[in-house]
Nanobody, 115 residues
Framework: VQLVESGGGLVQPGGSLRLSCAASGFTFSSYVMRWYRQAPGKERELVAVVTSAGGSTNYADSVKGRFTISRDNAKNMVYLQMNSLKPEDTTVYYC?????????WGQGTQVTVSS
């Protein structure tokens, strides 16, 4: 099982980034997919979730209207489009796959929003 995030980096406030998460080793289309983020010394925060078929999404209040989660079950990929980025969005973002008792995590990708 692997979840590999990519797309992080340094961006100016107001800018955009698109995170990607490539999944392998499990039946991707059966899993709910989530993006979390966690800053040092802080609790992990759920950012966005998409259902297995992609028909429903939900977002943390802090990112609602700015971030969009999507998935491509044919490619075993999940994405997080992040617009209007703010300095407080700076942290490591993690991809998570969840189904029943199975929970898988990626290694994380760093996002830094700074001028």
């Amino acid at each position: 099982v692997q979840l590999v995030e990519s797309g992080g980096g340094l961006v100016q406030p107001g800018g955009s980034l698109r995170l990607s998460c490539a999944a392998s080793g499990f039946t991707f289309s059966s899993y709910v997919m989530r993006w979390y983020r966690q800053a040092p010394g802080k609790e992990r925060e759920l950012v966005a979730v998409v259902t297995s078929a992609g028909g429903s999404t939900n977002y943390a209040d802090s990112v609602k209207g700015r971030f969009t989660i999507s998935r491509d079950n044919a490619k075993n990929m999940v994405y997080l489009q992040m617009n209007s980025l703010k300095p407080e969005d700076t942290t490591v973002y993690y991809c998570n796959a969840d189904r029943l008792r199975n929970h898988y995590w990626g290694q994380g990708t760093q996002v830094t929003v700074s001028s």
